[in-house]
């Protein structure tokens, strides 16, 4: 059964909830999506993520994925935690759905795995590969990244669209490849800015030992937020 739901659409969800083994409250989990179009990188992000921040929280992912589990494979597949940490949602229909409109399938695999292997850090919830339109419910998730890589071109951050201009954290991912594609990083920057406003921006390249520490921290940063507040 859901626990302390908030309003699906853009209410935020509550600090805490009721454990069911011992009767009283606790502080659920951050909850942080990772959307962005096929191919991106969210999964490798995700993978990346896990690993250097297994040691230091306690952490759960759900994955997205229209008709497989293939992203949730993909990750017990590289052992970045343990099996049991690892869920799969098969949304049978456009990725967004799942993740904005009718948030009921992530919202009891979330809660699912916070019961199970809880108390829990953080929870990184994955979105199926979608278009720049991706946005996350504020009902399911408490931060939102959005994933984007230069193998598209530069023009990307100008295109504009919710998952680029309104999500907390934008990463501008593979940057290793812009040589090999003629994308100009500084364009990149710029046009992000344009669209972002103060919104953070970070690039990096997963192939690189810190590629995903820019990501990291900022976790982190908003990690320490929530266990501030009351």
Same mark, same amino acid.
Request: glycine content about 4%; aromatic content about 4%.
């Given at each position: 059964m859901h626990r302390d739901h908030a309003d699906p659409v853009d209410a935020p969800a509550r600090h805490t909830y009721t454990d069911t083994t011992t009767g009283g409250t606790r502080r659920r989990a951050l909850r942080i999506g990772l959307g962005g179009p096929v191919g991106s990188g969210k999964t490798a992000t995700v993978a990346a993520l896990c690993r250097l921040l297994r040691a230091e929280l306690s952490l759960a992912v759900v994955t997205n994925d229209i008709y497989t589990t293939e992203d949730a494979e993909f990750l017990l597949r590289n052992a970045v935690l343990p099996p049991e940490r690892i869920t799969a949602v098969e949304t049978g229909c456009c990725p967004h759905t799942a993740i904005r409109d009718d948030i009921s399938a992530n919202l009891e695999a979330v809660e699912e795995l916070e019961e199970a292997v809880g108390p829990l850090d953080l929870v990184l919830v994955e979105s199926g590969g979608d278009n720049l339109t991706a946005t996350f419910s504020r009902g399911l998730v408490d931060h939102q990244i959005f994933v984007i890589d230069v193998s598209g071109g530069d023009k990307i951050p100008r295109k504009g669209g919710p998952g680029?201009?309104?999500?907390?954290?934008?990463?501008?991912?593979?940057?290793?490849? *812009?040589?090999?594609?003629? *994308?100009?990083?500084?364009?990149? *920057? #710029?046009?992000?800015? *344009?669209?972002?406003?103060?919104?953070?921006?970070?690039f990096s390249a997963l192939t690189?030992?810190?590629?995903? $520490?820019?990501? $990291?921290?900022?976790? #982190?940063? #908003?990690? $320490?937020?929530? #266990?501030?507040?009351?």
């Open positions: 680029i201009s309104t999500s907390d954290l934008l990463v501008i991912n593979k940057t290793d490849l *812009a040589p090999l594609v003629g *994308a100009d990083l500084d364009v990149m *920057a #710029r046009d992000a800015a *344009a669209q972002r406003g103060p919104l953070p921006t970070v690189s030992p810190d590629g995903v $520490a820019p990501v $990291a921290d900022w976790v #982190r940063e #908003r990690l $320490a937020d929530w #266990r501030t507040r009351p």
